[in-house]
C-alpha cells in the first residue's frame, strides 16, 4: 500500500474508535441497569419480610399485654373492676399500642350461674346489664371488663362472644390448648354505621390458680373465662405500619386478607383504597398469627417503580457517548497535538472514574442498609444489636470507624460510647463528647443529638467545630465523618456515628440511606426496650404471686406449695415436720411510736435474721404483719425444734438499731407437729396460731407447743374479742367510779373512772379479762372515746346538782394515745357534755409519755391550753421518766399501789414513797396514793405529807347513782 493511500484510510479510524465506544457504552448501561433491576427486587423482597416481620413482631407484643392481664388473675383469684383498670391505665393502650380497642375480660357463664352473674353486675353499678343476644344456650361468654371505659367499649359489655360462631371457634381453641389464639375477620361490636372496618379479637384462657391443667379435660374444667383484646384492622395497620415503613401507600401498596388465599371477599386492609395498574414487583406470604393464617400482599406502586430508571445507567451512557465523541475527536486532532488529546483523554477517564465511585458508594450503602436490617430482624439483646451495627458498618460499609453513643442527662450532658467497631485505638477515651451547647457539644455527633438532625462533616482539616478533636482524628486517619441521631418513640437517644478515610466521602444518596439506617436501628433499640419491660413486668407479677415484696421470702401461696411437698417426703421416710408460728413482740408499739417505715426495716432485719438461724431444708414465710412461719421438715426428735426456738431466741439478744434507735424485739412462738397435731396445711397453721397465744401468756419471747387443751381458752378469747363491737353499738358498758380523798380534811375532791362490761350472758365482767385483749385487738380506741364521753357527761350532770362537784379522772390507754387525736377527741367531749376543762382530769401512764417525747410535750401542752388538768398515772413502774418531769406540764403524781402495799413492809419500801412524795411536792405536784386499804398505811400516808388517797378504806367502785350519798356529803369520815 502506498503512503499516499494511507491518509484516506486514517480518515475511518475515528469512526470505528466511535462505533466501539458506543457498543461498549450500550454494553455497559445495559449492565447497570440490569444490576439496578436486581438491587431493586432484592430491596423489594427485603421491604415485603419486613413488614410481615413487623406486623409479627407487633402482634406479640399485644400477646404480652394479654400475659399481663392474665397475671393479674394468677396473682389473686379475684380481680375487681378498679385492678383491671388500673392495669389498663399503666399500659397507656391509646398510645403505645395503636389498633387495640382495649383490653378485656370475658367470664365463662353456665346456665346455672346466669341469673346470678346478671344480678351480680346490676349490683356492681350496672343497672341495665343483659347477657346479649337474649336466649337460652349451652353456655355463656359474657364481656364483664373492657378497658379503655370509653362509649364505644360500653357497647360490649354483656356481649355473649360464644354465641358468635367465629368468635367461639378461636375462644374454643385457646381454652382447650392454653395458647394465644385470634379470631377470623369479624365485625366488632363496638362499630356503628359511620367508618366500618374488619375486625378480629385476640384471646388467652385464664384458669384457676390452683388447678391442674395437664389434660384437655383439667383444662375445661379449671377454665373461668379469657382475656381479650379487640382490634380494628384499618387503626391497628395505620399505627402498626407508621413506625419503619412510611412508604406504604406512596410506593409500596399492602394487602391483607383473612385466610389462605388472596380473595377479595376476605380482604381485611389494603392500604391503597383506589384502582392501581399491574405491578412490576409483587410478593405474596402466608403468615400463620396464634393458630390463624393471614395471606399478606406486597405489591409495588409506580413511584417504587420509578428507581428502575437507573442514574448509573444514564450517567454511563452520557459518559460513554461523549467519551466515545470525545476519543474519536482526540484521534482526529492527534495529527494536530498529542498533549491535547492526552488532556482530554485524561478529563474523561476522570469522569468515568467518579461515576464509578458514587455507584460503588450507593452499592455499598445499599449492602450495609440491607444487612443491618436483617440484624434487627433477629436481635435479642440491645448491646449486642449496637455492637453488630457497628461491625457491619466497618465490614460491609468499608467504613473506617463506628460507634454508638447515648445522651446522658447529667449536668455535663455527656454522650456515653455504647458500643464500637473499626480502627479507634483509644479515640472515645479521650474526646470526651457532650450534646450541650458548647464547645464540645458543637462536632458532629453533640450537635446530631441536640437538634435531632443528621450532621455531616466532609473534611476534618477544614471544619473549625472539628478543633477539639482534630489531631486525634488524624493520628488516626479519620478525614470526614456523620453523626445519625437515633429517635426512638419520640425519645432522642443518642447517635450513631461513622468515620471515613477520603474526605467528602457522603454524598446525598448515601446520606439518605444511612438515616433510613439509623431509624431502622432507633425503631429496633425502642422494640427491645419495650419487650424487656413486658418480661420484667411479667417476672414481677410472678415474684408477687409466690413471695411477699417486702422481705422477700415466700407467702403463704409458696410455703402452702412446699408443705405439701414436704408432707409426702414425710410420710414416704417416716418423718416429721414441724410448722413454727412466730409472731413479733410488742411490734404494734413499734409501730406507732416510730412510723411504719421504722416498722417495715425491722421486719427486714427480721427476716435477715431468722434465715442465719435455721437450717438450709427450712423454709421461712411471711404470712403478712408482723407473723412468720417456718417449716421444718425431716424430723426425728422433736426436741430438735426446742433447739431451733432457742436458736431464733439468741439471734435476736442483740437489739436490733433503727434510724438510731435501739429496739429489742422478740418473738413468741407456737409449733405444731404433723401428723400428730393435724394432717392438713390449715389445721397446723390454726393450731401453731394458737400455741403462740399460749407463749405470749407465759410471758412472751417464748415458745409453746401445741396442746389439745389450748382451744377451750383461745375460743373465750375469741368469743370476748369478736363481742366488743357489739357491746360498743348496744351500750353493754358501763362506768363505775372510785372517790379520790383529800387526806388533811376528808373531802372528796375527785372520783376515777372505771369501765365495767355488762356482758349480757356472763353477767358483769372486769376489765382484767377485757381490757387486755381490747389492747390487743385496737378495739381499745373506740372504747376509750365512749369513756370519755360518758365521764364528761356525768361529770356535767354531778357539776349541776353539786357545788363541789367532784373532778372526774379518765384513763387514756397508750394505743388510744397514739392512734387517735387526743387533744380534738378532749376538745369534742368537752363541747358535747358542756363541762368545764378544769373539771376533767387525764391520767397518762409513765411508760406511754416516753414513746415519742417530742409529739407527747405537744399533746400535752395543748391539752393544757385546754384547761384539762393531766396526771401520771402507776408512777414508778415505768422507766427513767424522773429525768423528764420537768418538761411534762403535769398537774399530780399518782404513786402505784405496788409501793403502798410494800411501804410498811420494810425501811426500804416506805423510803421510796417518802422520796416519792417529796420529789412531787418540789416539782409543786399534787400526789396521790392509790389502793390505800387499811388504817396503817392511812397513817403513814398522812405523816409522810401526802395529799391526797383512794383505796378500799374510803370506798369501793360504784355505780354513778350509787355515789350521791357520799357526794351530798361531800366528805368522809377520816379514820
Not at 434465715?611 to 431444708?617: E, F, I, L, T
Request: aromatic content about 8%; overall charge negative; glycine content about 8%.
Amino acid at each position: 500500500m502506498t503512503d499516499q493511500h494511507r491518509p484516506a484510510r486514517l480518515l475511518f479510524l475515528p469512526w470505528i474508535i466511535l462505533i466501539l465506544g458506543l457498543v461498549a457504552t450500550y454494553v455497559l448501561q445495559d449492565n447497570a441497569r440490569e444490576a439496578s433491576r436486581h438491587e431493586l427486587s432484592d430491596d423489594f423482597e427485603l421491604r415485603a419480610a419486613g413488614i410481615v416481620d413487623t406486623i409479627e413482631r407487633r402482634m406479640r407484643a399485644y400477646e404480652q399485654v394479654l400475659e399481663g392481664a392474665s397475671g393479674l388473675f394468677a396473682a389473686s383469684p379475684e380481680i375487681r373492676r378498679e385492678q383491671f383498670l388500673a392495669y389498663v391505665r399503666a399500659l397507656k393502650p391509646e398510645g403505645k399500642y395503636p389498633g387495640i380497642q382495649g383490653v378485656g375480660f370475658a367470664q365463662w357463664i353456665t346456665p346455672q350461674d346466669k341469673a346470678r352473674h346478671v344480678a351480680a353486675m346490676r349490683a356492681s353499678g350496672i343497672a341495665d346489664y343483659e347477657i346479649r343476644p337474649p336466649g337460652e344456650r349451652e353456655a355463656y361468654s359474657a364481656v364483664v371488663y373492657l378497658e379503655p371505659a370509653n362509649w364505644r367499649n360500653q357497647r360490649a359489655i354483656g356481649y355473649d362472644m360464644y354465641a358468635e360462631p367465629v368468635r367461639r371457634a378461636a375462644m374454643v381453641a385457646s381454652r382447650d390448648e392454653a395458647q394465644t389464639r385470634i379470631s377470623g375477620r369479624v365485625t366488632l361490636v363496638q362499630e356503628t354505621a359511620t367508618d366500618v372496618q374488619p375486625g378480629f379479637l385476640m384471646y388467652l384462657p385464664v384458669y384457676r390458680v390452683d388447678a391442674a391443667r395437664g389434660t384437655l379435660d383439667e383444662r375445661r374444667a379449671a377454665h373461668i373465662g379469657w382475656v381479650y383484646a379487640p382490634f380494628r384492622m384499618h387503626d391497628l395497620m395505620a399505627g402498626l405500619l407508621s413506625t419503619g415503613q412510611g412508604d406504604i401507600g406512596s410506593q409500596i401498596n399492602l394487602k391483607v386478607f383473612d385466610g389462605e388465599r388472596a380473595d377479595a371477599t376476605a380482604l381485611m386492609f389494603d392500604s391503597s383504597r383506589q384502582a392501581a395498574p399491574a405491578p412490576a414487583l409483587q410478593s405474596t406470604k402466608t403468615l400463620r398469627l396464634f393458630g390463624h393464617p393471614w395471606t399478606v400482599r406486597v405489591s409495588s406502586l409506580p413511584a417504587f417503580e420509578a428507581r428502575l430508571a437507573s442514574e448509573a445507567a444514564n450517567i454511563i451512557a452520557v459518559a460513554g457517548c461523549v467519551g466515545s465523541a470525545l476519543l474519536a475527536l482526540v484521534v482526529w486532532l492527534l495529527s494536530t497535538g498529542r498533549v491535547r488529546a492526552l488532556v482530554l483523554a485524561g478529563s474523561m477517564t476522570e469522569e468515568l472514574r467518579a461515576g464509578n465511585l458514587a455507584q460503588r458508594r450507593l452499592n455499598r450503602a445499599l449492602r450495609l442498609l440491607s444487612d443491618c436490617n436483617t440484624t434487627l430482624v433477629h436481635a435479642d439483646d440491645e448491646y449486642r444489636l449496637l455492637a453488630e451495627i457497628c461491625r457491619l458498618c466497618v465490614d460491609r460499609g468499608s467504613y473506617l470507624m463506628a460507634w454508638v453513643g447515648y445522651a446522658e442527662h447529667d449536668a455535663a450532658k455527656n454522650v456515653r460510647p455504647i458500643a464500637q467497631s473499626g480502627y479507634e485505638n483509644g479515640y472515645l477515651d479521650g474526646v470526651h463528647i457532650s450534646w450541650d451547647d458548647n464547645e464540645r457539644g458543637r462536632g458532629p455527633t453533640g450537635t446530631a443529638i441536640r437538634t435531632g438532625k443528621t450532621c455531616v462533616n466532609q473534611d476534618v482539616l477544614t471544619n473549625p467545630s472539628l478543633a477539639p478533636w482534630r489531631e486525634a482524628a488524624i493520628q488516626r486517619g479519620y478525614r470526614s465523618s456523620i453523626a445519625l441521631p437515633l429517635i426512638g418513640n419520640s425519645q432522642l437517644l443518642g447517635a450513631l456515628t461513622i468515620y471515613a478515610r477520603e474526605e467528602n466521602a457522603f454524598d446525598k444518596e448515601e446520606v439518605a440511606l444511612l438515616e433510613e439506617l439509623a431509624t431502622d436501628l432507633a425503631y429496633g433499640i425502642a422494640t427491645l426496650r419495650t419487650r424487656a419491660e413486658h418480661a420484667a413486668a411479667k417476672e414481677q407479677v410472678e415474684f408477687l404471686a409466690n413471695f411477699d415484696p417486702l422481705t422477700q421470702l415466700p407467702n403463704r401461696m409458696l410455703l402452702r406449695d412446699r408443705f405439701e411437698q414436704a408432707v409426702q417426703v414425710a410420710t414416704r421416710e417416716g418423718t416429721t415436720l414441724a410448722m413454727l408460728y412466730l409472731d413479733l413482740d410488742n411490734f404494734q408499739q413499734i409501730n406507732d411510736s416510730l412510723g411504719h417505715d421504722a416498722g417495715d426495716k425491722v421486719l427486714e432485719v427480721a427476716a435477715r435474721r431468722l434465715q442465719h438461724s435455721v437450717p438450709p431444708s427450712a423454709t421461712i414465710s411471711r404470712l403478712g404483719g408482723d407473723e412468720f412461719v417456718i417449716l421444718l421438715p425431716g424430723l426425728v426428735d422433736a426436741a430438735d425444734v426446742g433447739t431451733l426456738a432457742d436458736a431464733i431466741r439468741d439471734a435476736f439478744t442483740e437489739p436490733i438499731a433503727i434510724d438510731g434507735n435501739q429496739l429489742s424485739v422478740g418473738f413468741s412462738i407456737g409449733v405444731s407437729l404433723f401428723p400428730n397435731d393435724g394432717q392438713d396445711f390449715d389445721t397446723l397453721l390454726k393450731r401453731a396460731d394458737t400455741a403462740v397465744d399460749s407463749a405470749k401468756e407465759a410471758g412472751r419471747n417464748t415458745y409453746r407447743f401445741y396442746k389439745r387443751d389450748m382451744n377451750p381458752d383461745l375460743l373465750a378469747q375469741m368469743r370476748i374479742t369478736s363481742a366488743l363491737p357489739g357491746a360498743l353499738r348496744n351500750d353493754e358498758f358501763l362506768l363505775h367510779y372510785q372517790p379520790q380523798i383529800d387526806i388533811a380534811s376528808g373531802r372528796v375532791v375527785g372520783v376515777e373512772a372505771l369501765v365495767r362490761w355488762q356482758h349480757p350472758a356472763e353477767g358483769l365482767m372486769s376489765p382484767g379479762r377485757f381490757i387486755p385483749l381490747a389492747e390487743r385487738s385496737g378495739y381499745i380506741v373506740q372504747l376509750g372515746e365512749w369513756i370519755l364521753r360518758e365521764a364528761c357527761r356525768q361529770a356535767s350532770v354531778w357539776r349541776s346538782q353539786y357545788a363541789d362537784a367532784p373532778i372526774v379522772a379518765v384513763n387514756f390507754s397508750a394505743l388510744q394515745f397514739s392512734r387517735s387525736n387526743v387533744v380534738d377527741s378532749v376538745t369534742s367531749a368537752l363541747a358535747e357534755s358542756g363541762l368545764p376543762a378544769g373539771y376533767l382530769e387525764v391520767e397518762l401512764t409513765e411508760s406511754l409519755l416516753l414513746q415519742d417525747l417530742d409529739a407527747t410535750m405537744n399533746t400535752l401542752h395543748a391539752l393544757k391550753a385546754l384547761g384539762v388538768k393531766l396526771s401520771i398515772d402507776d408512777f414508778g413502774t415505768g422507766y427513767s421518766s424522773l429525768a423528764y418531769l420537768k418538761q411534762l406540764a403535769v398537774d399530780k403524781l399518782k404513786i402505784d399501789q405496788s409501793f403502798v402495799r410494800d411501804m410498811l413492809g420494810g425501811a426500804d419500801g416506805a423510803s421510796i414513797v417518802k422520796a416519792m412524795i417529796q420529789l412531787g411536792h418540789a416539782l409543786e405536784l399534787e400526789v396521790i396514793a392509790e389502793g390505800v386499804e387499811t388504817q396503817a398505811q392511812f397513817d403513814f400516808l398522812r405523816s409522810a405529807g401526802c395529799d391526797q388517797a383512794q383505796g378500799y378504806l374510803f370506798g369501793r367502785p360504784v355505780a354513778a347513782a350509787a355515789l350521791d350519798t357520799l357526794l351530798q356529803q361531800g366528805c368522809v369520815q377520816l379514820p
